[in-house]
Structures are given as structure tokens and as C-alpha cells.
């Protein structure tokens, strides 16, 4: 009846990799409970997998008893919050995603330069407000829809930064709108788009104009599955949906479908792609044809509190 093009890469990257590890091996050393600030990553299969080995996720630290185990989630936290950690003696692992981490520390850089720093990104993003604490009044966060309605004044040097998650396509177009605005803006001096969110944007990307239907896999609070539902569309796919698994999906997008292209953000575990792809076969898209981009070799190694002889830096 139909087909589908399974693209390549997609699922967990490095960063996500290493964040959720790093929740299991302190189960594994210190016993539960481990707390959590925030979602370690965002996806509900992953948070419910954790929660039911004992990890119990929290909002603040506020909700954490004085000296107890927390991890911090891979989209990183403001210096407050380590300041806060530390003065309620709790033992602290840091997940926070090296690629995040390097945003941070090009955001201390500019600010002890002198730079008023536009972040582009979803001023209600974990990732954006760990950024903004980095640097207090100096930073300036804009929708990448809407880069007019950035409050940087402009009266010394701007430079930009970006949320590490978002679609490439569209931080370039902020960049140029704020280009308008301030014409000697300054570049981060490395791309700050994670590789991950580009590899699997530009996968998407290759497979879309084939596809009559693209199907991505992951949750709802996902920044770079959101981004590649919109990527999709935008690299004309026919349509484009995100569900969580293959229960979210809708048989009615079927209708008249020949080509369905399947993909899942980086915070996403293989096996509901593997329920999803039996829901296609089930319905007579059985013909599955991989569609590989590149092949992602990068690690990233354990916060140093669980390294061991297995685990080296």
C-alpha cells in the first residue's frame, strides 16, 4: 500500500546519552532517592523509566531536603542555583550538556567584554534561563519569530548567542533581522545550534519533499522535536505531526498517503519508533526504507562524580 522513509540519524544524542546515565549511575552508587531539578531531558518515556528506579524530579530546590543527592538537568542551570545547592550542603552532579555548557561560557566571555548579549530562543526554556543567569542584565532574550522586539539598547557593543535546540533556518533569519537593528552585531565564535539538532533538521530535511506524511516522535515540551515538526513542513513535506508514541497517531493522516517519513527528536528512546513503524506496518505501510544522513560517533564523558575505571575522562 505504502512506504516509509525511516530517517537517519535520530533518537538520543550524545548530550541526552549522557544526562540519562548519569541519573542511572547515581541510583546505582548512592541508592534512591536522586533528585532531579527539572525534567533530565524532555521525554515522558525517559522521565517514567526513571521515576519508577527512584529518581524523583522536582521543579526547585525548594522541594530537595537539606544535603541530599541532585542532579542537574542536561539543559543546564543558572550559577544561583549552584550557589543554593551548596549552601543547603547537597551533593551535587552536574548533566548539564557540554554543548550547553559552552553557550554559557561564551556568555560569561562576552559580558566581561562589554557586550549586551541577545540570546535568541523560548524565554520559557530550562536551557534559556540557566543562559540568562550566566550573566544578569547583560543578556537579552528574543523570540526567533520576532527579532524587532529585542530591549537591547545598542549603545555599546551587541553580539548574539542562540538556544542551542532551535531550527537552524530560523536563527539565521533572527540573526539578519537583528543584523537590521544592529548592523556591527557580533558572532558567537562557534555555531551554537547542537550538532545533534542540525544532523537530524537536515535529515528531515532531505527526506520531506518525498514524504506525503512525516511523523515525528517525541514529546510535547521538546524544543528540538518541535522544531523538527516545523522543518518538515517548511522542506515540503505534505504534513507533519509530533506524537509521543504510536497511540497518539491518527489513522485518518493516512488517507491518500503513499510515502510516510519518520523521525524523533534527540531526547527520544528507539522503541516507541519501533511501536510506531508496527502501527504503519499494521496498516499496510510495511516497506520501510532507511535514509541515513551521517553517522554519529561523538561521546561525551560522565560528570566527574561517577567516573570509575569504566568511565575515564
Known sequence: MGRVLLAAPRGFCAGVDRAIVTVEEALDRYGPPVYVRKQIVHNTHVIEDLTRRGAVFVDELDEVPDGALVVFSAHGVAPAVKEEAERRAMLTIDATCPLVTKVHKEAVRMAEEGYEIVLIGHAEH?????????????????????????????????SWLSQTTLAVDETMRAVAGLRRRFPHLADPPSADICYASQNRQEAITRIAPRCDLIIVVGSANSSNSQRLVEVALNAGAGAAYLVDRAADADERWLGGVRTVGISSGASVPEWPVEELLGWLAARGYADVEPVTLTEETLTFSLPPELRSPRNPE
Open 126 to 158: 530550562e536551557e534559556v534561563e540557566g543562559t540568562l543567569g550566566e550573566a544578569p542584565g547583560r543578556i537579552h532574550v528574543v523570540d526567533p519569530a520576532r527579532p524587532d522586539e529585542v530591549t537591547a539598547s545598542g549603545a555599546g557593543p551587541v
